[in-house]
Structures are given as C-alpha cells and as structure tokens.
C-alpha cells in the first residue's frame, strides 16, 4: 500500500508562485508514472502533469512554460513548481501514483489533495 501526502498549496496573488510536493510513504520501485491532477468547484477531475519513472514529462496545453513537474527518486518525493499563476489554475491539486504491480496490471494510488487559490 503506497499512501500519498501533498502539502504547499496556499492562497497567491496572479504571478506569483508556489511549489507543491507529494510524499510516498515508501520507495516506489516498479515502474511507474506519477502526476498531478486538479479538480474546480463544478469541475470534473483533470489530469495536469505526468513523469514517468525515467523522468519523461508531459503537460496540458494551458499549464506549459508555467508548471514543472519533477520527482526526487531518493527522497520518494514529487513536486509541481507552479509560476505565473493565474485565477484559473484555483483547484484541489492531487497526487496521483500509477504503479504497474505485475506486467499490465497497474494500480493507482491518491493523496487527499491541496487547496490552491490564485486571486488578487
């Protein structure tokens, strides 16, 4: 069982930047891709960043040159640098951990999410 805690979400004023980060409560050995997805009031859930285990990214159209997604192997952790925010990147960001267990089987694992809000 793999559990996810995200923390640095927080109010921000247009522009400026935060920095989130998930912590896995173990060492994720098998192959994996670990993202970020975002959820606004009214919306469905939607799948913001990925990296693979090798460290492939890949991003929606409306967050790219502004979100990064990285991951820190040895410290099981991952991040989202979130710069020039804007009001519509308001959501729950959750981390999500997509793990293949045995060959084509995958399982996925949440966190519980943070708030974050861009308004001035």
């Known amino acids: 069982q793999v559990q996810l805690v995200e923390s640095g979400g927080g109010l921000v004023q247009p522009g400026e930047s935060l920095r989130l980060s998930c912590a896995a409560s173990?060492?994720?050995?098998?192959?994996?891709?670990m993202c970020w997805y975002r959820q606004a009031p009214g919306n469905g859930r939607e799948l913001v960043a990925g990296?693979?285990?090798?460290?492939?990214?890949d991003y929606i159209d409306s967050v790219k040159g502004r979100l990064t997604i990285s991951r820190d192997n040895a410290k099981n952790t991952l991040y989202l640098q979130m710069d020039n925010l804007k009001p519509e990147d308001s959501a729950v960001y959750f981390c999500?951990?997509?793990?293949?267990?045995?060959?084509?089987?995958?399982?996925?694992?949440w966190g519980q999410g943070t708030q974050v809000t861009v308004s001035s």
């Open positions: 990296i693979t285990s090798a460290g492939r990214t």
């Open positions: 999500n951990a997509q793990i293949e267990m045995e060959q084509g089987q995958w399982t996925y694992y």
């Open positions: 173990v060492r994720i050995t098998r192959p994996n891709v």
